[in-house]
């Protein structure tokens, strides 16, 4: 069963949110902020109804889309399973852990043109950027969820015969979901951006091709309309992989609630 949101969290929410598009709507209107760079949310959401209507958005949402898809699924089924053998084997984690270091440690941005020189304008450019983003968000969060299950909880499994994969898929696994679906909540919102900036830097179509087009023509509704789809994206998918950790997790105990004031 999905969680319901307290009464007072969604009118904070909602407060909030009219409040900055009141003050945002008001201050270009009103000459506090200049329309042409800061554009108006009325406008914005007019731009983003008419981009709907007449159906040009959809084919470059439908590019970022599998973009980012790819990227998640990729980087993720990567991140689990190399940090499910590294986090068992202290010796592939010692040997291979600088390397990883090492790699995690570049710029993602220096990466993004050596892979449009490899892969070339197309959406595996975009997919190889967002696969170095997740894995190792997914892989670091993996190997500190494999370490962390209690030694004593594996010995208890070994000595009433349990094997390796046995081990793997009702002791190790379990213990680690917590772990891999905090840094899949993290990771969705990371291949959405990452599809994003090497659709910017060089593209042919996708919500960050129309955000580098609108950009270079000075208009900045476009450029916050762009936005508008990118976070509407954002939320349905982070939503989704929310309601599938509930699921999945529903044997957790939850937390003790701390009584509203």
Avoid at 54 to 78: C, M, N, Q, R, Y
């Amino acid at each position: 069963m999905a969680r319901s949101i307290h009464p007072r969290v969604l009118a904070g929410r909602i407060v909030v949110a009219v409040v900055f598009i009141g003050l945002w709507e008001g201050g270009a209107r009103l000459g506090w902020l200049d329309p042409f760079f800061f554009s108006r949310p009325s406008a914005v959401m007019s731009r983003v109804w008419q981009q709907l209507a007449e159906g040009t958005v959809w084919p470059h949402l439908g590019i970022t889309v599998v973009e980012a898809a790819l990227s998640f699924v990729l980087g993720s089924v990567a991140g689990i399973a190399a940090g499910f053998v590294l986090g068992r084997s202290r010796l592939l984690g010692d040997i291979f852990g600088p390397y990883i270091q090492i790699a995690n440690s570049l710029p993602r941005v220096v990466l993004a043109p050596i892979f449009l020189l490899w892969f070339g304008l197309g959406i595996w450019s975009k997919v190889a950027l967002g696969v170095t983003v997740v894995f190792f968000i997914v892989f670091f969060n993996t190997l500190k969820g494999v370490r962390e299950v209690n030694p004593v909880l594996l010995d208890n499994a070994r000595m009433l015969g349990a094997t390796e994969r046995q081990l793997v898929r009702h002791v190790l696994l379990p213990s680690a979901l917590a772990w891999i679906f905090s840094s899949l909540e993290i990771s969705v919102g990371m291949s959405i951006i990452a599809a994003v900036v090497g659709e910017y830097l060089g593209s042919t179509q996708g919500i960050g091709y129309l955000i580098a087009q609108a950009e270079g023509v000075f208009d900045t509704t476009g450029v916050f309309a762009g936005m508008v789809f990118l976070a509407a994206f954002v939320l349905v998918v982070a939503a989704v992989v929310g309601r599938v950790e509930r699921r999945l997790l529903h044997w957790r105990p939850r937390p003790a609630e701390t009584p509203q004031a």
